[in-house]
């Protein structure tokens, strides 16, 4: 197997990993690419969280192979979302799935209408018409949180309960500050060096002081895009679950 990445944080042993997991997930690609496929509602929510989820994935090693680990931490949150999401699919089967079809032409609906509203002239007329056009719903046009619940209080962090996810409150947590540049990020980026001064972390690489926590983004980048490729391949019946199962070996040895 050729490398996917030659090097990431300066570990072989890391980038070794990186590349068998992409090499699973290419795998799942041809076999969704070349073979028939039932376009039912939860396996076409699953394409897309598989594909958007492969792609997400190659970007957080790229950016880590670079050495832009504190911006591939934001990838890492995206990816646990999307692991979350898959899961709460597979579990469900189509009925939840639909609630996603769903909540696209949700989406679709309440972007044509504010381009009525807001948009440049020429746009204005034209989505205008299809407002026009477009029959009232009154599920439809309701306005929803998330697609999964409409309930302010069944967010994320409900559905990683549901799902059992004991560690989310530490890890999103952690992740989400890369998002919201939030003041917990300062230790990360700006800290005084031992000689005297000060240390910026404003070039690629890491420091002594962060490596540590530049392997959690990785394992977290690791952990969730497997977890997605696992549920993934087992709703639409794959298999690769023992070259799936080593990987996942693989990363708790990497990372205990």
């Known amino acids: 197997m050729s490398d996917f990445v030659g090097e990431l944080l300066g570990s072989r042993d890391l980038a070794d990993l990186a590349s068998r997991i992409y090499a699973v997930a290419d795998g799942l690609r041809a076999k969704l690419v070349t073979g028939p496929v039932r376009t039912t509602p939860s396996n076409t929510a699953l394409i897309f969280f598989f594909g958007r989820g492969l792609k997400t994935y190659h970007a957080a090693v790229e950016l880590l192979r670079m050495g832009f680990w504190q911006d591939a931490a934001v990838l890492a949150r995206v990816l646990r979302e999307a692991e979350y999401q898959v899961r709460w699919i597979a579990a469900g089967g189509d009925e939840t799935a639909q609630l996603f079809l769903r909540d696209y032409d949700r989406n679709r609906r309440n972007v044509m209408r504010t381009l009525a509203k807001h948009g440049d002239p020429e746009i204005k007329t034209q989505a205008q018409e299809i407002v026009e056009g477009t029959a009232a719903d009154g599920t439809l046009d309701e306005w929803w949180r998330n697609w999964w619940s409409k309930k302010p209080k069944e967010g994320i962090g409900w559905l990683a309960e549901q799902l059992g996810y ?91």
């Open 166 to 256: 004991k560690t989310h409150r530490f890890e999103y947590a952690a992740l989400s500050a890369f998002v919201h540049t939030s003041p917990a990020l300062a230790d990360f980026y700006f800290h005084e060096a031992k000689e005297g001064g000060v240390t910026l972390e404003s070039r690629p690489g890491v420091s002594d002081e962060n490596r540590e926590f530049a392997e959690v983004v990785v394992f977290s980048i690791f952990a969730a895009f497997v977890d997605i490729c696992g549920a993934f391949a087992g709703k639409m019946g794959f298999g690769l679950e023992d070259e799936l199962q080593q990987i996942v070996e693989r990363i708790h040895q990497a990372f205990s």
